[in-house]
Antibody, heavy 115, light 112 residues
Framework: QVQLQESGPGLVKPSETLSLTCTVS????????WSWIRQSPGKGLEWIGY???????NFNPSLKSRVTISLDTSNNQFSLKLSSVTAADTAMYYC?????????WGQGTMVTVSS | QSVLTQPPSVSGAPGQRVTISCTGS?????????VNWYQQLPGTAPKLLIY???NRPSGVPDRFSGSKSGTSASLAITGLQAEDEADYYC????????????FGGGTKLTVL
């Protein structure tokens, strides 16, 4: 059974880059799509983007200019980088797997953007 | 403003049937893309509840069912239980937004 676990700083300063990692256990990165989704406090879900195990990516057009998603196959991880953050990027960040439907989710990690 | 529109809240008494609607457009649900539904219990990560419009993952009770017609989809919950009180989100794909996955704004279900 695949499990996902997010990790990274819980506090990021405005204008800096948010960096999170998702560790995949119980399975391989191969043959799957890996996504990041966020949820601002009290708000709904927003898909950030995905990476396929081949390295191909697709991003939410509203975030595309600031997002990078990458794979680390040696450590069975994938990562999110979001640049030039503002308070609007304060959210719970989830890593998930699936293409059409997101069937496995991490527990989420809260990131606050504040000086 | 979410691409998919859901009612902010619905409610029902234990044992009753409730439905949650999800309205899209010709670039997402109406383009025959699948609709998926997620349940988010308070303080937890979302959980896949319905995939491919009307399929339940293993372990999801058959009290939950999904349907789709035209540019809309619905989630039905029968035999409402207190443990069903949660936020529910629909999700699909939109071909106008560079292949983005899109969500509804979420519906808070209150069990009276």
């Amino acid at each position: 059974q695949v499990q996902l676990q997010e990790s990274g700083p819980g506090l990021v300063k405005p204008s800096e880059t948010l960096s999170l990692t998702c560790t995949v256990s119980g399975g391989s990165l191969t043959n799957y799509y890996w996504s990041w989704i966020r949820q601002s406090p009290g708000k709904g879900l927003e898909w950030i983007g995905y990476i396929y195990y081949t390295g191909s990516t697709n991003f939410n057009p509203s975030l595309k200019s600031r997002v990078t998603i990458s794979l680390d196959t040696s450590n069975n991880q994938f990562s999110l980088k979001l640049s030039s953050v503002t308070a609007a990027d304060t959210a719970m960040y989830y890593c998930t797997t699936g293409y059409d439907a997101f069937d496995i989710w991490g527990q989420g990690t809260m990131v606050t953007v504040s000086s | 403003q979410s691409v998919l529109t859901q009612p902010p809240s619905v409610s029902g008494a234990p044992g009753q049937r409730v439905t949650i609607s999800c309205t899209g457009s010709s670039s997402n649900i109406g383009a025959d893309y699948n609709v998926n539904w997620y349940q988010q219990l308070p303080g937890t990560a979302p959980k896949l509840l319905i995939y491919g419009n009307n399929n339940r993952p293993s372990g999801v009770p058959d009290r939950f069912s999904g349907s789709k017609s035209g540019t809309s989809a619905s989630l039905a919950i029968t035999g409402l239980q207190a443990e069903d009180e949660a936020d529910y989100y629909c999700q699909s794909y939109d071909n106008r937004l560079s292949g983005s996955k899109v969500f509804g704004g979420g519906t808070k279900l209150t069990v009276l």
